[in-house]
C-alpha cells in the first residue's frame, strides 16, 4: 500500500490505529472500516490483529504492523510507515493503567504506562501531524484519554496524571495546528466493558460490572467528536455532572477519600 494508491469511501482516506487489538481499538477498527476508511492497525497481540484484518477486509484494505509501543525501536518502525503512507487519521488508543498505591507498585510499572500513556502518545502524535504538514492534507489525530485524567486519583496516580498530560498536550497541539486543517482531539471515556480492569489490578477483578460502557457505545462517541473535530470531549452526563462536581463544588478532601477507597477496594 503506498499513499498514492489509496483511495476511500469514507470522509478520511486512511487511518492508523493503535492498540487495534482489543477493546475501545477493536471496536473502532469495525466502525471505520463500515465507513469506508482503510486501516494501519497496530497493537501488541500479533494474532488478535490478523484476526481482526481478516474480518474486515471484506470493507477495506488493511495493513497490520504488530509493535509494542513501550519498545522504542518497534515505534521507529510505526512512525516510519506514518511518515511513508501519511495517514490523514491517526487514533492514539493504546495505554494501560494499574491500580495501587505508587509505593506498593514501584517505579518500574509506573515508568512502563508513562512510556506508553505520554511519552509513545506524544511521538506519534508529533509525528502524525508532521507527516499531514509535509504531505499539506488536513487530518485528525485523536488522542483517547480518560474522566480520570480531569482529577488527582489517589490509587491510580500516575495514570490520571498521564491522562492530564494527553489532554493538556492534545488541546496546546490543536490550538498549534488547526489553522493548517489539522486538529489534535481527546476523548474522555469513563469506565468501559474491555479488560481494561483485570488487567489494572493485575487478575484480582475479573467480575464484568453492568454498569460500564458498551465498547460499541465509546467507539460512537469518539467517532462522532472526530466528526465534530471537538477539542475534547467527556462521554454521558453522568460523567460529565461527576467532572463538574469534583471540580467545583466538593470538597477536595473529601473527593480524595472516596476515589481513594474506590480503587483500592480490593
Same mark, same amino acid.
Given at each position: 500500500?503506498?499513499?498514492?494508491?489509496?483511495?476511500?469511501?469514507?470522509?478520511?482516506?486512511?487511518?492508523?490505529?493503535?492498540?487495534?487489538?482489543?477493546?475501545? #481499538?477493536?471496536?473502532?477498527?469495525?466502525?471505520?472500516?463500515?465507513? =469506508?476508511?482503510?486501516?494501519?492497525?497496530? #497493537?501488541?497481540? &500479533?494474532?488478535?490483529?490478523?484476526?481482526? %484484518?481478516? !474480518?474486515?477486509?471484506?470493507?477495506?484494505?488493511?495493513?497490520?504492523?504488530?509493535?509494542?509501543?513501550?519498545?522504542?525501536?518497534? $515505534?521507529?518502525?510505526?512512525?516510519?510507515?506514518?511518515?511513508?503512507?501519511?495517514?490523514?487519521?491517526?487514533?492514539?488508543?493504546? =495505554?494501560? #493503567?494499574?491500580?495501587?498505591?505508587?509505593?506498593?507498585?514501584?517505579?518500574? +510499572?509506573?515508568?512502563?504506562?508513562? !512510556?506508553?500513556?505520554?511519552?509513545?502518545?506524544?511521538?506519534?502524535?508529533?509525528?502524525?501531524?508532521?507527516?499531514?504538514?509535509? %504531505? &499539506?492534507?488536513?487530518?485528525?489525530?485523536?488522542?483517547?484519554?480518560?474522566?480520570? =485524567?480531569?482529577? +488527582?486519583?489517589?490509587?491510580?496516580?500516575?495514570? @490520571? @496524571?498521564?491522562? %492530564?498530560? *494527553?489532554?493538556?498536550?492534545?488541546?496546546?497541539?490543536?490550538? !498549534?495546528?488547526? !489553522?493548517?486543517?489539522?486538529?489534535?482531539?481527546?476523548?474522555? +471515556?469513563?469506565? *468501559?466493558?474491555?479488560?481494561?480492569?483485570?488487567?489494572?489490578?493485575?487478575?484480582?477483578?475479573?467480575?464484568?460490572?453492568?454498569?460500564?460502557?458498551?465498547?460499541?457505545? %465509546?467507539?460512537?462517541?469518539?467517532?462522532?467528536?472526530?466528526?465534530?473535530?471537538? @477539542?475534547?470531549?467527556?462521554?454521558?452526563?453522568?460523567? $460529565?455532572?461527576?467532572?463538574?462536581?469534583?471540580?467545583?463544588?466538593?470538597?477536595?478532601?473529601?473527593?480524595? &477519600?472516596?476515589?481513594?477507597?474506590?480503587?483500592?477496594?480490593?
Amino acid at each position: 500500500m503506498t499513499s498514492k494508491s489509496i483511495r476511500s469511501k469514507g470522509p478520511f482516506r486512511l487511518a492508523l490505529v493503535t492498540g487495534a487489538s482489543s477493546g475501545i #481499538g477493536k471496536a473502532l477498527c469495525r466502525l471505520l472500516a463500515k465507513e =469506508g476508511i482503510h486501516l494501519v492497525i497496530t #497493537g501488541r497481540n &500479533k494474532m488478535n490483529l490478523y484476526h481482526i %484484518a481478516d !474480518e474486515l477486509r471484506s470493507y477495506v484494505n488493511i495493513v497490520v504492523y504488530p509493535a509494542d509501543l513501550s519498545n522504542r525501536e518497534e $515505534r521507529k518502525k510505526i512512525i516510519q510507515k506514518i511518515h511513508e503512507l501519511s495517514p490523514d487519521l491517526v487514533i492514539n488508543n493504546a =495505554g494501560f #493503567g494499574v491500580y495501587g498505591k505508587a509505593t506498593d507498585l514501584g517505579s518500574e +510499572p509506573q515508568l512502563d504506562m508513562v !512510556e506508553v500513556n505520554v511519552q509513545a502518545l506524544m511521538e506519534l502524535t508529533t509525528e502524525s501531524a508532521k507527516a499531514m504538514l509535509d %504531505a &499539506k492534507h488536513p487530518g485528525v489525530i485523536m488522542n483517547i484519554s480518560s474522566v480520570a =485524567g480531569h482529577f +488527582p486519583f489517589p490509587g491510580f496516580a500516575a495514570y @490520571a @496524571a498521564s491522562k %492530564a498530560f *494527553v489532554n493538556s498536550y492534545s488541546i496546546a497541539l490543536d490550538e !498549534e495546528l488547526k !489553522e493548517h486543517g489539522i486538529y489534535v482531539l481527546a476523548s474522555c +471515556p469513563g469506565r *468501559v466493558q474491555t479488560n481494561f480492569t483485570f488487567r489494572a489490578s493485575r487478575g484480582r477483578r475479573k467480575k464484568q460490572d453492568p454498569n460500564k460502557m458498551d465498547v460499541n457505545f %465509546a467507539a460512537n462517541q469518539i467517532w462522532s467528536q472526530i466528526l465534530k473535530k471537538k @477539542a475534547i470531549h467527556t462521554f454521558t452526563g453522568k460523567y $460529565r455532572v461527576a467532572e463538574f462536581l469534583i471540580k467545583y463544588i466538593l470538597p477536595r478532601r473529601l473527593v480524595l &477519600k472516596i476515589l481513594k477507597r474506590r480503587i483500592l477496594k480490593d
